[in-house]
């Protein structure tokens, strides 16, 4: 049977439940969670009904019902699930606008509930404001980009341009927003030091920062090929990968070091939106397309789980932070950050394999100096993807397999961690070829391939990697049998004391190894990751004092007028969505 | 004037004995922030020769400060026991020092009752302690390339230690001079010289990997430091120049001085003097002799340069036993240099730092009753 | 590389046979005497080598044969035949029995063609060496160090301070399958107990 549903219907059905979600929170918390959940699960059947856009909208959609049924489960105070709703109902309009204003008015309605609930949570207002800041800037970027578009077409509608400049203007604005180098303050700062919920860190961190990313891939679809701006987001994208990671293995801050794991994603996502652009072969594109949205799923899904374990967790240092593991965190968790590490049979690992035979197979085929950035970008990502193990590893470590063992929680933290390897055999639905192996005992179509005009290059076969784990480890416990188990205290040199290590003390060696670069300072209570944001921040304080100068001009610095700014902006949203 | 170390109550000073305790620099104890915590190695860990546990203050690789805690301490009771008994427990306090520990024990008796020794005692003495030198500055440098895992070295190194154990043993019977001296008697007879290529052991120095390891590790500097880690930061202490009862200065003994206080440092100044002793072992006779040993009372004080510094006995003798006695082992002071020369380090460079001394707990943390 | 080459050109430099060694070796009663032995190691004209420190105080009644000194092996295990792996202890020693231990590593001695070995942790020993008089200290940390090792596993007592205290104390109290007296040992007779320990020639 063919079940019909029209769209149109789908999605004022879906925007409304959002809305209800938004005014019930008045009432109850937990009731406006529900609701909330519900209308994300709508709006991933709408995205299913999609086109071109299906993984953004299946994807936001899975993040915000996790999300949200964490919430459900976890989240009692109205507030919060008032600025939550906010935020999800801005990004939901943003993904669904037909045009520019439409975008745009969503886009300012997701960073400014964004910015109440990081604000009203701890009632600490600077990372607020910085956060805000980053906003408005970019949200001025985007506004001439869009003037610019606007002026060549005549028309608010998404149409087709000729020119690249709006490309230039409103990319740049969208990696503001995404915390790409050197704008990482945007991403990390809030999540960090205004210790946002779990549940709002990973819809920052994994559904706004897509929103940015839906922003570029639209725009790019509008606009005609430039070499330039693909190997300019390459360079920019390889180098968030691998300094975000880099910090991410150096932070001991739980949520900063995720945060600064999303800067290395949203490098990455950025990379293959470049070579993307980059390249002019259609088999080549195909196949870097194929990597743009297997990263997407693997890094917002695997993030939205990381950033709920978080909420299984006592204290932000990774050091000193208290915690009981379960079966389910255990298995989660590892899951997650193996996906988080690019290791298989996960659909992180499809993403990075994709990803770096993208870069690779362009520094080949692509003609000229230009050949040199996807190889240089490809030895930045590897690099950065040899951080993020060592980063992910001792995230696993110190907020699951180290601690003592206690009660069963995060079943839901497992139930994304299934996703996982789950989610790299559906990452055979996106590739855009299938073959087989049968030497290798990998069957008509079990092989992703990758390949450009000029002839094919490699392959990866999650199933088959899926089939043979458990295969080869059945055959070794078969083969050698149940063994006899001795348990021993572990041997610490005969002291009887326990030895133990802490987080910090594990990435300390690169601290000492890269101190020039870390700038490293012996002794101090502060992490090296902390002096960088600082160096960071202080490029960009003249964006700082404008957002205070800003916010004070035009909200009086009261949250009373904060509140009734966003409340009149959201008639604005519900009129302009309406009529 | 230099201050060698506490002997008893007083410190023990090349110009001789000074009301004590000696006064050290304090050192700057390090402190932890967030993210230190404290890491143990030992008491029983591969890498060790002996048990002795490190509690090292670290934020990770990093060596912040270090504690030694020890483990092995052993009671010996000499008090009131007769000399030969005492001299069977002063060979045993660290056996390869022996041959030092029991000369400068046997010093001190000599001089609390007025005697020198003859001749031929003084010339096997010292073919004694520079035998024992020559064995453990090859030991010493083999720990150095066995904590490198610079292996055909190493084992080299082991075929040359052993080499110096079977000449001691053919020399004096035991290959630890157990048994060589004993009251009014040296028993050593004759000098077999063990056949060492120094040139090949040179080679060593021609490793970058391996002298990278050594270099500006744990530099010592203080000017209370004793024996190799004194001569490699440049200061001329030895025990050899300034104590007259072994008679080296007619030996055609000179002095090596590095001037870094590194590792390093520390390894060139023992792979010299293992020339030097092998020099001064050409022109040494060694005979048994006996002398007579008179039955009177006194207080007396014996120092010899050990291999790892200086080492000093102080007595009371009574009516051929004991009332008295007290010990300055040069591991005792060798431990102090190494702690302080420690922090800012990594964990790598902890065994080179550590083995460069060539230190024993087995004397440094012996109790004497 | 010119370390390699010039160990090449050494040639073979392990040995079948070992050059005498006095002192230690069995001794043998030469002439008749009162001797005043420091250990009681004779006792009704029997020499205990368990007990001797041979610190010479019974020269010349008592002289040394030169023969390496016998080693007690009371449990041996076959299922080390082709590898056996130490870990030693030092519970309280002064640094002889350390000494002459490391040299049975030596490549006159080279105890690796008897498959013996060292390993850094007893989780991996096959048996134990101990070695020195009991201090207080190490009691616990020689008891976890046996705790930690699999079945089946053996005790060495090195040396006569392990064996029987010697001059400077108590032995440590541990059950010794192997027991190897001397002060200390040599390299000759250590090997010849482990070699019969492991069940080998």
């Known amino acids: ?125 600077r990372p607020g404001y910085t956060f805000l800041a980053f906003g408005e800037v970019s949200t001025v970027l985007l506004i001439a980009g869009f003037i610019l578009a606007y002026q060549e077409t005549g028309t608010f509608l998404f149409h087709t341009l000729t020119d690249t400049l709006p490309l230039w203007f409103t990319t740049f604005g969208f990696t503001v927003k995404m915390g790409i180098f050197p704008f990482l303050v945007v991403e990390w700062l809030p999540i960090a030091h205004g210790n946002a919920k779990p549940s709002l860190s990973s819809v920052l961190s994994a559904s706004m920062t897509l929103a940015g990313v839906y922003g570029i891939y639209k725009m790019m679809s509008l606009c005609p090929q430039t070499q330039a701006l693909g190997g300019v987001l390459i360079l920019i994208g390889a180098f968030s990968v691998l300094f975000g990671a880099l910090y991410s293995y150096v932070s001991d801050h739980m949520k900063g070091m995720l945060a600064f794991s ?78 988080m590490s690019g290791l298989l049979p996960t659909v992180g690992g499809v993403a990075v394999w994709s990803l770096l035979e993208t870069l690779f197979m362009e520094s080949i085929s692509v003609r000229g100096i230009l050949g040199l950035i996807p190889l240089l970008a490809g030895v930045m990502v590897g690099m950065g993807e040899g951080f993020a193990t060592g980063a992910m590893a001792r995230f696993t470590s110190f907020t699951s397999l180290v601690r003592p063992r206690g009660g069963e929680r995060g079943r839901l933290v497992l139930l994304i961690g299934v996703l996982m390897p789950v989610l790299a055999l559906l990452s055979y639905l996106l590739s855009p070829e299938m073959a087989g192996a049968a030497s290798l005992g990998m069957f ?70 890269l101190r020039f670069v870390l700038r490293t300072r012996k002794g101090a209570v502060e992490t090296s990751a902390d002096v960088f944001w600082r160096a960071i921040l202080q490029l960009v304080r003249g964006y700082v004092r404008f957002s205070r100068a800003f916010s004070r001009a035009y909200m009086n610095s009261s949250i009373s007028w904060y509140m009734i700014y966003m409340i009149l902006a959201f008639i604005v949203v519900i009129l302009v969505v309406f009529l | 004037m230099r201050i060698i170390g506490d002997l008893g109550s007083h410190c023990l000073t090349s110009e001789g004995l000074v009301e004590g305790p000696c006064k050290y620099s304090h050192p700057t104890i390090g402190e932890g922030g967030y993210g230190s915590f404290s890491f143990l190695y030992g008491p029983s860990a591969g890498g060790l020769l002996e048990s002795v546990a490190f509690d090292i203050l670290t934020y990770g690789e990093s060596i912040e400060d270090v504690r030694a805690l020890s483990y092995k301490t052993r009671h010996i009771k000499v008090g009131g026991l007769p000399l030969r008994d005492v001299l069977f427990k002063v060979e045993r306090i660290n056996v390869p020092f022996a041959a030092s520990h029991t000369i400068a024990f046997l010093t001190a008796v000599e001089n609390a009752l007025g005697v020198s020794p003859p001749e031929e005692v003084v010339e096997s003495r010292i073919a004694q302690l520079e035998l024992e030198r020559i064995r453990n500055n090859l030991l010493v440098i083999q720990r150095l390339a066995e904590a490198a895992s610079f292996l055909v070295p190493t084992y080299r190194l082991l075929y040359y230690v052993e080499e110096v154990n079977r000449a001691i043993s053919r020399s004096c019977g035991h290959r630890y001079f157990l048994g060589a001296n004993y009251l009014g008697e040296s028993r050593c007879q004759g000098l077999h ?177 | 590389m010119n370390w390699f080459l010039r160990g090449i050109r050494r040639g073979i430099l392990t040995e079948k046979e070992f050059p005498q060694v006095q002192w230690p ?93 060292l390993t850094n942790t007893p989780r991996h020993a096959d048996a134990l060496v101990v070695m020195g008089v009991m201090t207080p200290k190490m009691e616990e940390v020689l008891r976890r160090a046996y705790d930690a090792m699999p079945e089946p596993k053996l005790v060495i007592l090195l040396g006569v301070c392990a064996v029987s205290g010697g001059i400077l104390g108590m032995p440590p109290d541990i059950r010794g399958d192997v027991v190897i007296p001397g002060c200390p040992p040599t390299p000759e007779s250590i090997l010849r107990a482990l070699v019969e320990a492991k069940s080998g020639e």
Not at chain 1, 1 to 16: G, N
Not at chain 1, 308 to 317: A, K, P, R
Not at chain 1, 451 to 479: E, K, Q, R
């Open chain 2, 193 to 369: 010289l063990p056949r060492i290529d120094v040139e090949e052991l040179r080679d060593l120095l021609s490793n970058r990997i391996f002298i990278d390891r050594l270099q500006g590790n744990g530099v010592v500097k203080e000017d209370w430091a004793i024996g190799p880690a004194a001569r490699a930061a440049g200061f001329s202490y030895d025990a050899r120049l300034e104590v007259p009862e072994l008679k080296y200065r007619d030996h055609g003994f000179k002095i090596v001085t590095e001037s870094k206080g590194d590792a390093f440092s520390r390894m060139l100044v023992r792979l010299e003097e293992i020339e030097v002793s092998l020099k001064i072992l050409e022109g040494v006779e060694v005979k048994p002799r006996r002398f007579e040993l008179p039955l009177r009372e006194g207080r007396g004080i014996g120092r010899v340069e050990s291999p790892s510094g200086d080492l000093a006995y102080m007595v009371q003798v009574e009516q051929g036993s004991i009332k008295e006695l007290h010990l300055l082992p040069p591991s005792r002071i060798n431990i102090l240099l190494f702690l302080r020369s420690m922090p800012e380090n990594i964990f790598t460079d902890f065994p080179f730092n550590w083995e460069s001394f060539g230190i024993w707990i087995s004397e440094a943390e012996v109790s004497i009753s």
């Open chain 3, 25 to 117: 070796s069995e001794l043998h009663r030469s002439k008749e005497g009162e001797v005043k032995c420091p250990t009681d190691a004779l006792k009704e004209d029997r020499w205990d080598p368990n007990r001797c420190i041979f610190c010479r105080a019974c020269e010349p009644i008592l002289s040394p044969t030169g023969r390496s000194v016998q080693a007690q092996v009371k449990r041996s295990e076959p299922s080390f035949r082709r590898s056996f792996y130490l870990y030693p202890i030092d519970v309280g020693t002064c640094g002889g029995c350390n000494l002459e231990f490391r040299l049975i590593a030596s490549p006159q001695h080279d105890m690796t063609r008897f498959g013996i070995f």
């Open chain 1, 444 to 513: 008509s179509n079990s092989l992703i391939p990758s390949g450009y005009s000029g002839g094919s290059f490699g392959g990866i076969s999650p199933l088959y990697v899926l089939i043979i784990l458990p295969i080869l480890s059945l055959i070794t416990y078969l083969a050698s049998g149940r063994r006899r188990v001795r348990t021993v205290d572990p041997w610490d040199n005969g002291s009887g004391r326990r030895l133990t290590y802490t987080s910090f003390g594990m990435a300390n060696n690169i601290r000492l190894m």
């Open chain 1, 262 to 339: 999303t800067i290395e994603n949203n490098g990455a996502i950025l990379t293959a939106l470049g070579s993307l652009e980059l390249s002019a072969d259609p088999v080549l594109k195909a196949f870097a397309q194929f990597s743009l949205m297997v990263y997407v799923v693997a890094h917002s899904l695997a993030k939205t789980g990381l950033f709920l374990v978080t909420g299984y967790v006592h204290g932000e240092s990774m050091s000193t932070l208290s915690t009981e593991r379960s079966f389910s965190l255990e298995i989660g968790t590892t899951l997650l950050t193996a996906s």
């Open chain 1, 1 to 125: 049977m063919y079940l019909q549903i029209d769209k149109f219907y789908l999605e004022i059905v879906t925007l409304l439940t959002m809305i209800t979600a938004l005014a019930l929170s008045l009432w109850s918390a937990r009731a406006s969670h529900v609701v909330a959940a519900i209308s994300s699960s709508l709006f991933i059947l709408y995205g299913l009904y999609s086109g071109e856009f299906r993984v953004f909208y299946v994807v936001s959609g899975l993040v915000w019902l996790f999300s949200s049924t964490f919430s459900a489960l976890h989240d009692r105070e109205r507030w919060y699930s008032l600025t939550f709703s906010g935020t999800l109902l801005g990004i939901m309009i943003t993904l669904l606008s037909q045009n520019y204003l439409e975008f745009l008015t969503g886009w300012e309605l997701m960073t400014l509930f964004a910015y109440a609930s990081i604000g009203v949570y701890r009632r600490e207002w």
